[in-house]
């Protein structure tokens, strides 16, 4: 359906969040102490650690899992991941950089037109809700490639799924359901 | 039959027997006739029987007596909206449902009473009586969000797809609850409710053409609406100077924050079409603009018309003012003459566009202020029509007139495989070094105790 038209849409990735452990028990207070940029919470249980070159957020936990976030693509957040355990490993813990997974995307995309979300969720009934008093957006659920979409009557809209590929995949599928839909942008 | 390894706390022998007596089982010592231990007279279980009594079936099953209380609070909830007999029995049934399920038959009282409201506003938009979450709420005088979590949850238990309920059907209901008619309110403030709903439709149908309504709250803008309507009905100087907080005072409502933005907004999109009123001399501005609502909205649709041919207008001209190239010196006018005679806007939109995208194409990439203007410092093309729609367009939400700055990505992304080697450099900028680690644990410890002296 991209083919049909004349510019292809844009699906900027804003959000990657990885995970992986350590495969080591990691002493929270030495990484407070001797580590720049690191938040320790001690009432959470875990230490914020904040990389500069992929700008990225890390939760370390003394089990030694790690979920990054931040990051703007899947091999970004493996840089940044690999960074994380390099620096603990400096630190002195003895670090097995291992089971890092991709957990969650979150992508923007705009459409060049504006939508009738009334029209839309009475379409794709029970698959879209939209409840206007909660929450502006109608959300859709695909549920094969478990991705998330919600549809905003501006025409923007926000994915969320597992990886990059299925982000990709959800909006095509969605992009002829939501062109039917379109309200001309004019008045 | 001696017990190995038992005393008798008494001699220290450990001579202890199984004597039962009376059919009690007991261990008693040999030597001195103390008993050790000894078990218990009736084998009841600790703390009642097995069965409790309500699972038993020695008494009918009575209905719960906080099922009861609940149908009685959806009457109750039913009778002061004032809805029909049809609803009141859809409500108490789906409350009698919803009970029984198992995520609402344990919560607290309060969710209950949530679950109660949410019965009662399912069964109205099902037999369609308008009325907003926000009204529910209100009466429950709970937080709209649990509200909200207690009636989607519902929803998806019950299986029950609800109409979407419109802001101008709700806006008669929700006018009702405004007391500004003459006996309540001292005159110069009174207001006949028929024309005052009648003007705030107006005013929310205007809202709604606007891009003012999509996405936002109900129960603000129709307050706002309300507001305006009644300064427009007789807007004496008095009526004009009168702020929202007292509106509400004499009108015995709850003022709602956002209304005040919703006010601004509406006054922008009324001056608007104010400017485009013939027979006005004066300038526009948001403050006089309440005069003349009522011929606004009189003739709303020969303004709405007349303003955004005027605004197309403007942009034509910018964009050949700023445009170099003869070429589109040539077509612009005969373009210029088409949208004063067309009525139909969209077409006139999309041939500003083409003009636009032949400027850019023909342009020799020096600065053009024409695709400045439109892409506002993005240099991706096919950005240009997401953001560029706000200002080209006469209304557009302000989500989109102001959109957020999106951070530049950068171009050695394109590089990043993911398993790059990481030099010792880069790590060692993470970390301290052993002199400034005992520093910062010394300024902590420092810290820690002026703040432990202090308190």
Known sequence: MDS????????????????????????????????????????????????????ITASIWSSGKIICTGATSEDDAKVGARRLARTLQKLGFKVRFSAFKVVNVLAVCSMPFAIRLIDFTKKNRPIASYEPELHPAATYRIKHIKATIQVFSTGSITVTGPNVQNVASAVEQVYPLLFECQKPRCK | MPRPALSCPGCGSSNIVDDALYAQAQLVCVDCGSVVSEGALVDDPVGGSAVSYSWSTAVDKKPCANLIKGLQRVKALCRSLRVHGEIENLSQTNYRQAYQHESFIKVSLQKKEVLAGCCVLVSCRLLNW?????????????????????YQEMVKILNITAPIVNVTDVMEAHSQEYKICSPQVPEEFAANSKDLTKRAVALVELAADSWIITGRRPVPIMMAAIYLAWQSLQPTKHRLKFSLDKFCQIAKVNKHKAALKRITEIKEVLCKLGREIPWVREAVTPDNVVRQVEDILQ???????????????????????????????????????????????????????????????????????????????????????????????????????????????????????????????????????????RDFALVQKMLSASESEKS
């Open chain 2, 130 to 150: 308008p009325i907003t979450m926000g009204t529910i709420s209100c009466l429950l005088d709970a937080d709209p969000m649990v509200v909200g979590a207690v």
């Open chain 2, 299 to 437: 003739h709303r649709y020969a303004l709405l018309r007349r303003a955004l041919r005027t605004h197309e207008e403007a942009l034509l001209e910018e964009c050949q003012a700023s445009c170099e190239d003869s070429p589109t010196d040539d077509t612009a006018p005969s373009e210029i003459s088409e949208p004063v005679a067309q009525t139909k806007n969209s077409s006139s939109a999309e041939q500003c566009e083409p003009n636009a995208e032949r400027a850019k194409r023909s342009g020799d990439g020096d600065a053009d202020p024409c695709t400045a203007l439109e892409l506002h410092g993005d240099t991706q093309e096919s950005q240009v029509p997401a953001t560029n729609w706000g200002k080209r367009m006469l209304f557009a939400p302000p989500c989109v007139i102001h959109p957020k700055k999106r951070r530049m990505e950068q171009p050695e992304l394109k590089d990043v495989t993911g398993d790059e080697e990481i030099s010792d450099s880069e790590i060692d900028s993470y970390i301290r070094t052993p002199q400034e680690a």
């Open chain 1, 4 to 55: 049909s038209n004349d510019e292809a849409l844009d699906i900027i990735i804003t959000n990657v969040v990885a995970t992986f452990r350590t495969r080591c028990h990691l002493n929270l207070r030495t990484i407070a102490l001797e580590g720049i940029n690191v938040i320790y919470k001690p009432d959470m249980g875990k230490v914020l650690m904040k990389l500069r070159k992929p700008k």
